[in-house]
């Protein structure tokens, strides 16, 4: 059960891989302030992602709180269709899909 998050150089966006869920989400979002700090727009691929579960929605809104608060835009990629129909059980999709 872990975490990764980096910035792909190439692709110019931030990678997420593997699990996100009670027991990671803490450890990711400490990786996203480290990686996200310096760059101007946040572009987060979740194609790697193998598992999650609803605390990974409250992160994706923290994230969007955050790039919200340092004036960044920031946008989901490749969204796990396990988390897309948590966060349409919980009435926050379009939230998730908006960019900004």
């Given at each position: 059960?872990?975490?990764?998050v980096s910035f792909?150089?190439?692709?110019?966006?931030i990678q997420v891989?593997?699990?996100?869920?009670?027991?990671?989400?803490?450890n990711?979002?400490?990786?996203?302030?480290?990686?996200c700090?310096?760059?101007?727009k946040?572009?987060i691929?979740?194609?790697?992602?193998?598992?999650?579960?609803s605390?990974?929605?409250?992160m994706?809104?923290?994230?969007?709180?955050?790039?919200?608060?340092?004036?960044?835009?920031?946008?989901?990629?490749?969204?796990?269709?396990?988390?897309?129909?948590i966060?349409?059980?919980?009435?926050?999709?379009?939230?998730?899909?908006?960019?900004?």
């Open positions: 059960m872990s975490v990764e792909d150089n190439a692709n110019q966006y891989k593997g699990e996100l869920t009670s027991n990671t989400v803490m990711a979002l400490k990786q996203f302030s480290r990686e700090k310096s760059l101007p946040w572009v691929d979740f194609t790697q992602v193998t598992k999650v579960d605390t990974a929605i409250a994706l809104i923290e994230l969007k709180r955050n790039a919200q608060k340092k004036k960044k835009s920031i946008s989901f990629i490749y969204l796990p269709s396990a988390l897309l129909k966060a349409r059980l919980s009435q926050v999709e379009d939230l998730l899909k908006q960019k900004g």
